[in-house]
């Protein structure tokens, strides 16, 4: 499985729009970029994944980098609810198992 | 419905106990999932189940023994557990079991849906 990186933590207030960063330098030419995240006292999930094309739904945006190397995240308004480990997963040929990386903590400031 | 439905929601029990954690899910999904995860970390795999088989095991330990008894219901049976295997134990559901080779566009939309966790204490 690809090896990701992201902030360990990252700070916003509320209504803004933030951006989450992850690198995926080893992704392979097939893994697609998955997001989860885990609100807390809850399981992991799912936001959003994508491929090479930048995606859109109704929780966030993903935007892939044109080397697919990177990604980020972005979520348009934050919210108190937005608070939570976000985590990146290139999705391995496989495609049975999420290997979680160590995610980034979002507080989100009212 | 996309539910997936864990109990108990916590355990305590000691080292000599047998107990058991039980996830159900009613969504047709035909691939299920036990993770761990222990405080301040990420979950991490321990058993898959393709269509009431298990597929995958992680190198876990016997003293945890999963069974699939029908494609709705997943139990992870304890045994003889010591005090580091206290954790949050989460289960988890996909529509199918991943494939060899080159991920077809469903598989990769193959997104799994998580119970809330068993938090597990072993005294």
């Known amino acids: 499985d690809a090896k990701t990186t992201q902030p360990n933590s990252m700070e916003s207030n509320e209504e803004e729009p933030v951006h989450l960063p992850c690198n995926h330098s080893t992704i392979s030419g097939t893994d697609y970029i998955h997001w989860y995240r885990q609100l807390p006292s809850q399981g992991p999930e799912y936001v959003i994944h994508?491929?090479?094309s930048n995606v859109n739904n109704r929780m966030a945006s993903l935007a892939i980098a044109e080397d697919r190397k990177s990604s980020t995240l972005i979520l348009h308004r934050a919210t108190l609810r937005d608070a939570a480990v976000y985590y990146c997963?290139?999705?391995?040929?496989?495609?049975?198992?999420?290997?979680f990386g160590e995610g980034t903590q979002l507080t989100v400031n009212p | 419905d996309t539910e997936v439905t864990q109990t108990p929601k916590h355990l305590v029990m000691g080292m000599t106990n047998k107990k058991s954690l039980k996830c159900e899910q009613h969504?047709?999904?035909?691939?299920m999932y036990w993770y761990k995860q222990k405080a301040k970390k990420p979950p991490e795999l321990m058993f898959v189940y393709s269509y009431e088989k298990l597929s995958i095991n992680e190198s876990v330990p016997s003293r945890f023994s999963p069974e699939c008894p029908n494609s709705s219901l997943l139990n992870l049976h304890l045994h003889a557990l010591q005090p580091e295997d206290s954790a949050l134990y989460l289960c988890a559901s996909s529509l199918l079991p991943g494939l060899a080779g080159e991920i077809p566009p469903h598989i990769a939309k193959n997104i799994q849906y998580f119970g809330a966790g068993t938090r597990l204490s072993v005294l």
């Open positions: 969504m047709g999904h035909r691939a």
């Open positions: 994508g491929l090479t």
């Open positions: 997963i290139p999705r391995g040929a496989s495609g049975s198992r999420l290997t």
